[in-house]
């Protein structure tokens, strides 16, 4: 008798749990439907109907203004180039930052020296320093090298205000590798760099695609740095989608904002999607030492 009240005891906890669960990813994808619904609806049927109706009829017509048509200040040429210009600055920020950290991390772990924890202490800091705090040394030093206004500006300044998240990922993750490794590659002669690439770096897969995700979603999304370091058709796709809501030349088009916001969110929503579950792993990899 005790057995079967523990099993049903066990099955409406069980209930209640994936209930609670289910009731939470309702209300966290219920502005994403929103957004998505509106998207595909026409001007008149938005005017029409509410927020939670599908669409009566799909239509792609806002999704194509948004990609090619829509205004983003004086220009009515869509989000297209501005994605292209977020995706020229975000990938080689995202690769140079990520070999930064993993050689940092590498550094500060199996070859430590005299004030290495200083310099680790200081990279710890610069996880903290609001985006505020660095807007005008950046422009003053971007001025100084000649880069500013440019994508390769962009890129420094992302490069730089993210190497010491990737720092801290990587130097985490390999307190986690045996110091035997490095030690009886130093036996057989090997050096600092043969090392790094011929051992460290093939064992690193799981916390190189946790920075990779992290360095991309920050940069996608990053707005400050983008209207600041950034003008006219060099802009991000963030600062044209600000521009493209908050233009206005006549009726308000809500399904276009809708969409453009959607193609703005898109690619940070494909990484975690197909990604996410590497996320987690890698990021409990580096959890715990032993």
């Known amino acids: 008798m005790s057995v079967a009240h523990?099993?049903?005891?066990?099955?409406l906890g069980r209930f209640i749990i994936?209930?609670?669960?289910?009731?939470?990813?309702?209300?966290?994808?219920?502005?994403?439907?929103?957004?998505?619904?509106?998207?595909?609806?026409?001007?008149?049927?938005?005017?029409?109907?509410?927020?939670?109706?599908?669409?009566?009829?799909?239509?792609?017509?806002?999704?194509?203004?948004?990609?090619?048509?829509?205004?983003?200040?004086?220009?009515c040429e869509g989000l297209k180039g501005?994605?292209?210009?977020?995706?020229?600055?975000?990938?080689?920020?995202?690769?140079?930052?990520?070999?930064?950290?993993?050689?940092?991390?590498?550094?500060?772990?199996m070859y430590r020296f005299r004030g290495s924890d200083l310099v680790f202490g200081m990279l710890m800091i610069g996880c903290f320093i609001p985006f505020q705090v660095v807007l005008l040394p950046m422009a003053q030093t971007l001025g100084a090298l000649g880069i500013a206004n440019s994508t390769l500006g962009l890129v420094f300044v992302h490069v730089v205000y993210g190497a010491a998240f990737t720092t801290l990922f990587f130097r985490n993750y390999y307190?986690?590798?045996?110091?035997?490794?490095?030690?009886?590659?130093?036996?057989?002669?090997?050096?600092?760099?043969?090392?790094?690439?011929?051992?460290?770096?093939?064992l690193s897969v799981p916390i190189i695609v946790v920075s990779v995700i992290w360095q991309f979603t920050q940069v996608w999304n990053d707005f400050l740095f983008g209207v600041v370091f950034s003008s006219g058709d060099r802009q991000p796709i963030t600062v044209a989608l600000n521009n493209l809501v908050n233009t206005s030349?006549?009726?308000k088009e809500y399904n276009v904002d809708m969409a453009a916001a959607i193609i703005a969110a898109l690619p940070t929503l494909l990484v975690y999607i197909v990604a996410g579950k590497y996320f987690v792993r890698g990021l409990t990899a580096g959890a715990v030492k032993g």
């Not at 501005?82 to 500060?108: D, K």
């Not at 307190?175 to 011929?198: N, Q, Y």
């Open 6 to 11: 523990t099993a049903g005891a066990s099955k």
């Open 82 to 109: 501005f994605f292209w210009n977020s995706v020229s600055f975000v990938v080689p920020a995202v690769v140079i930052s990520t070999m930064i950290g993993a050689f940092n991390g590498y550094a500060l772990t």
């Open 175 to 202: 307190v986690t590798i045996p110091d035997e490794l490095v030690k009886a590659a130093k036996i057989d002669g090997a050096g600092f760099l043969r090392i790094f690439f011929s051992i460290i770096l093939p």
């Open 249 to 251: 030349t006549g009726v």
């Open 18 to 75: 994936y209930g609670l669960l289910a009731l939470v990813c309702l209300y966290y994808l219920m502005p994403l439907f929103v957004m998505l619904s509106t998207s595909l609806k026409s001007l008149d049927e938005i005017r029409a109907g509410n927020l939670l109706s599908l669409p009566g009829e799909f239509r792609s017509d806002a999704w194509v203004k948004a990609w090619d048509s829509a205004c983003t200040g004086v220009q």
